[in-house]
């Protein structure tokens, strides 16, 4: 090996254990939520495209996870800000780490994941840009993603809390 590629490989490693310090904190943090909330669910704990990944998932029905849940997700989005704001506290830098509840993340992924393929068939197929409805920054992120699969371009546009998707002809 040559020190540079030793030297690559461990910065690789120190990220890695970085991200999972995160996630350990966000766990412990979450675990505390939990209990006061006196809410059933276990923690898991991943990393994901550089990216810390908690989710809080249950063996029941998952009803009283929904309540973390809330409304189109505005409560875990809630609860995501203020574990990266625990994170933060501990490690004195700023986390990415994403939060999961019962699911309804990856749920809400494989949606915009469709959500953006179909659009960017309809633009190739009408050759007209197409304006999407307002989404949060996860939501845009994911059709970003979905539509440079499907080999077009896109562009957020507007400003919070009505910033959008706009998918571009090729």
């Known amino acids: 090996m040559t020190e540079g590629t030793t030297t690559a490989a461990a910065e690789g490693g120190d990220t890695l254990t970085r991200l999972e310090q995160e996630g350990e904190i966000a766990a412990d943090y979450l ?3 939990l209990d006061i909330a006196d809410l059933d669910g276990d923690i898991d704990m991943d990393v ?7 989710s809080i998932v249950s063996d029941s029905a998952g009803r009283d996870l929904q ?22 506290r501990e490690t004195g830098d700023r986390s990415r780490l994403m939060l999961d509840i019962a699911g309804f993340r990856a749920k ?19 050759g007209e840009p197409l304006k999407l409805a307002p989404m949060t920054p996860f939501e845009r992120k ?9 080999g077009l371009r896109s ?8 910033r959008f998707v706009v998918v571009l002809p090729a």
């Open 31 to 33: 675990e505390g939520l």
């Open 48 to 54: 994901e495209a550089d990216r810390a990944a908690v």
């Open 67 to 88: 309540k973390l849940v809330g409304r189109d997700g505005e409560v875990l989005e809630a609860l995501q800000e203020l574990t990266r704001l625990a994170v933060h």
């Open 108 to 126: 809400k992924r494989e949606e915009l994941a469709a959500l953006g393929a179909q659009a960017a068939a309809d633009v190739k197929a009408s």
């Open 142 to 150: 994911v059709v970003h993603d979905a539509v440079a699969a499907a």
């Open 155 to 162: 562009e957020s546009e507007g400003e919070e809390p009505q």
